[in-house]
């Protein structure tokens, strides 16, 4: 499951991990892609598109998302935050969450997401429109978002990674607070898997208790991305190095991610298991997550610069 966040985005990959691969067709999976550069055909991850029953995480913080696509919902008396989207397919199962949980998607007043790449941004647009609400989007990734995924500097020429463009009414540079009904969520600059990939931080009350939330965009690297460097992200060594200096500075309780393997949501609750706000605390996990995500990004990096 950890390779998950390596391989993110080769969806094919992704799919065959996920269903238990075999060498054989690993290998198979590695040759197609270094034939065609990217495996054919394109098969996205069942668990992208899986159905989750929608669930109370902690305090004032849902899960409406996937199975493995993180779609939060944060809820305040002045309306509610949505963060990140799966596929446009999934929207529907996005605005039945929310409703099966008993609140509004009409409610939604600002739109976040975590990076610009269609796993997590794809049903912006739809969203937008049935709601209104406000896309707020670091200022890096908001021309992926204006373009519809075209301005990737990996995926740029996938079609199957395109998605319906929209307009970023707000855009945030590191250290910006995004407000709303006395929740602030602090905007962190973690680029590197993507421009202008953020993490966000925020505190729930909860029973007497303040928990202190790390939302955080794994730094992955996605097959295909050579981290000494790419024509469109020559800095890109330089931002992984930064984004792993600066996450490894964060301080939080509760552990949440992009994607539910990420942080190992399906480990920690089953559905139908009893609220416990203390389910999600595993600074640890975290942390053991970034420092394998480190050793596979100086590895890469050294591999690429040896053979230059
Ligand atoms: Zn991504």
């Known amino acids: 499951m950890q390779h998950i966040v390596a391989w993110e985005h080769s ?126 989007m670091s200022e890096a990734d908001a021309e992926l978002l204006e373009s519809g995924g075209k301005a990737d500097f990996r995926f740029g020429d996938n079609p199957e990674s395109r998605f319906t463009p929209l307009k970023v009414d707000q855009t945030l540079k590191d250290g910006d607070k995004v407000t709303l009904g006395g929740m602030e969520l602090t905007a962190h600059l973690h680029p590197g898997h993507t421009k202008g990939a953020t993490s966000f931080s925020f505190d729930v009350r909860e029973a007497g208790k303040t928990y202190h939330v790390g939302l955080i ?28 200096r600066l996450q490894k500075e964060l301080k939080f309780d509760v552990w949440l991610s992009s994607h539910a393997g990420q942080f190992r949501m399906h480990e920690k609750y089953k559905p139908g298991d009893a609220y416990n706000p203390d389910r999600f605390l595993d600074f640890n996990g975290f942390r053991a997550a970034l420092n394998r995500l480190e050793k596979l990004y100086l590895d890469q990096l050294a591999q690429e610069r040896a053979a230059k």
């Open 11 to 136: 969806a094919a990959s992704a799919y065959l991990l996920y269903s238990g691969p075999t060498m054989l067709s690993r290998l198979l999976l590695f040759l197609a892609t270094a034939v065609f550069g990217f495996a054919q055909p394109y098969a996205i991850p069942a668990d992208w598109t899986r159905p989750f029953p929608p669930f109370k995480m902690l305090g004032n913080v849902y899960w409406v998302g996937t199975y493995d696509l993180s779609t939060y919902l944060i809820t305040t008396p002045r309306g509610n935050i949505l963060i990140n989207t799966g596929l446009e397919s999934t929207v529907p199962q996005i605005k039945a969450g929310v409703e099966k949980l008993g609140f509004k998607l009409s409610d939604t007043k600002i739109l976040l997401a975590t990076h610009g790449h269609w796993d997590h941004v794809a049903g912006m647009a739809e969203l937008k429109k049935m709601t209104g609400a406000k896309m707020i």
């Open 217 to 244: 965009n794994m730094p992955g690297i996605n097959p295909g991305v050579k981290v000494s460097g790419m024509p469109k992200f020559p800095g890109i060594a330089e931002a992984y190095a930064n984004t792993f």
